[in-house]
């Protein structure tokens, strides 16, 4: 695995999305993609997620539109989602439909979620 610069965030500010991919936005514009594709597969990789064909298609279609900073938020959520994924391998913790689906303050019971 190709090893990536990113922070897993949280980001309060552009900036700080900005500076944990620093390393791509340094990079000439003709290599920005490039950077914006490994970071997102190598996070994908590491967090254990196969991707097929069509995965790989939409992975080089973010990596070409968004901008490194957008990338650096979204394989934020990946790598700290998987840092987490043991406190939901339990039917028993996984919310019902629709709780905490809209905007705003998470509205899922307490509890939810908590490893027991």
Known sequence: MT???????PYETLAEAEGAVAHILAS???????G?????ED????AG???????????LWLAGTAAPATVAVVVGWITRAA???DRYTDAA????LGVGMNSGPSNW??????KK
């Open 49 to 59: 997620v196969e991707l097929a064909a069509y995965d790989h298609a939409i992975a």
């Open 93 to 96: 913790n996984i919310p019902p």
């Open 28 to 34: 000439p514009p003709a290599a920005v993609t490039d």
């Open 83 to 85: 840092e987490h994924r």
């Open 36 to 40: 914006n594709h490994r970071l997102i």
């Open 43 to 46: 996070t994908l990789r590491a």
């Open 109 to 114: 019971p307490e509890g939810w979620g908590e």
């Open 3 to 9: 090893e990536h610069h990113a922070a897993p965030g």
